[in-house]
């Protein structure tokens, strides 16, 4: 084995395997009196050399920290309690929490945080596609580990965000299927005699996701202004035996206040006289305390697997087995662009972030309106022709 001086700074040498190794004295620890080394090592004597005067380099300017022993699964239970336990909601919170338990820390939790790199992600990434999860639920498992190391690397304990080498699988587009102009009579006819049928045409008429139409309280409706307000959701909490909860805020985290069709108005008023009648009959076992717009004859909120169910049976009945129940809020979307709406009118209606994403959604849809936009054009330009 070969050893050399290193002007006086370390020596390195050259392991039996052909690797180099270069050893530095960093400091003297304060408890035993010893000094303490840095061992550095690297696949040729140059790589070697660069590191050692990066590190002295740190050494003499008082800068440089020992790697901390912290592990990948320490560091996020840290950052959710320091970082996020007052700064997110409940229902996010679970989330961070289910994707770092399920998916992040049986992959990479036991790792150094110091230790970690794009690759040892890359592969999670890959392990996690290869067992069957979805494109957008891996980019949404990347997000929370993105978020934390982003903190990390703020606090000091790495350098750089290594998520920032790895990438994710593309997520493929999800085909929008809204009902047809054919389809539309068939399915309301559908809904005659059926207990939640009030809330699918709601759900049809005003763009609603199902959380917030069965979240819906009648203070958010105002049948004089003809305005629906979406501030609040229903909810199933995670969990073993947990039940449902009306959580005060959107998927965008922003109410809005939209104006659907006067027939929207129809089926809630419909909705108002069956559950009037329904807590006549239900007397004293009548139990509605968020005010609930609908229920079933008891005033307790309908379960949203209930809601997928029937409506699946309910599409199926009109040859549509394959709707969702949010295929009903892409209908509600794609009738208001066709019947003329600007796009920035159909995002405030779907409670969308950007008028670019519901562009996006629904560009199928808007080529039909830049095509009536352009015949407008065309008819503008020839008026003043013929105005010359």
């Not at 110091?114 to 990434?125: P, S, W």
């Not at 982003?150 to 790895?166: E, F, H, I, L, R």
């Not at 009030?198 to 763009?207: D, E, I, K, P, V």
Request: with cysteine; glycine share 8%; aromatic share 8%.
């Amino acid at each position: 084995m070969k050893e050399r001086s290193a002007k006086g700074s370390g020596t390195i040498r050259q392991r039996d395997n052909g690797t180099w190794e270069a050893r530095i004295t960093i400091g003297v620890d304060g408890r035993t009196g010893k000094q303490k080394r840095k061992s550095i090592s690297g696949k040729t004597k140059k790589e070697v050399m660069q590191k050692m005067r990066l590190l002295l380099v740190q050494v003499d300017a008082g800068t440089y920290e020992e790697p901390s022993k912290m592990t990948v699964a320490e560091w996020l239970g840290e950052w959710m309690t320091t970082f996020c336990e007052n700064q997110r909601k409940p229902y996010t919170l679970r989330g961070y929490e289910s994707n770092i338990r399920i998916h992040i820390n049986p992959h990479i939790g036991g790792m150094k945080l110091h230790d970690l790199r794009g690759l040892h992600i890359q592969k999670m990434y890959n392990a996690l596609s290869d067992g069957g999860l979805a494109p957008k639920t891996i980019k949404n498992i990347a997000a929370v580990l993105h978020k934390a190391l982003d903190v990390a690397v703020k606090q000091g304990y790495m350098t750089s965000n290594p998520c920032d080498s790895a990438e994710t699988p593309k997520a493929s587009q999800h085909e929008v299927k809204p009902l047809t102009d054919a389809e539309i009579p068939e399915f309301l006819a559908a809904l005659d005699d059926e207990p939640m049928g009030n809330a699918y045409a709601l759900c049809l008429f005003a763009g609603l996701r199902e959380g917030e139409c069965l979240g819906l309280s009648w203070k958010q409706v105002d049948f004089d202004k003809g305005t629906i307000t979406i501030n609040q959701q229903l909810q199933k909490e995670r969990g073993k035996g947990k039940g449902y909860v009306i959580r005060e805020f959107t998927k965008s985290n922003k109410p809005r206040t939209i104006k659907p069709p006067a027939i929207a108005f129809q089926y809630l008023q419909a909705e108002r006289s069956k559950q009037l009648k329904a807590r006549l009959a239900a007397g004293p076992l009548w139990d509605n305390p968020n005010d609930l717009v609908f229920t079933n004859e008891f005033g307790r909120n309908y379960a949203i697997f209930t809601f997928y169910i029937k409506f699946k049976r309910i599409a199926a009945s009109i040859g549509r087995p394959d709707a969702r129940p949010h295929d009903l809020r892409h209908t509600a979307a794609t009738v208001a662009i066709a019947s003329g709406a600007d796009v920035k009118s159909v995002q405030s209606l779907l409670g969308h972030a950007t008028a670019s994403f519901t562009l996006n959604v629904y560009a199928h849809t808007s080529e039909k309106m830049m095509e009536d936009t352009a015949a407008r054009m065309e008819n503008y330009y020839e008026g003043l022709k013929k105005s010359r």
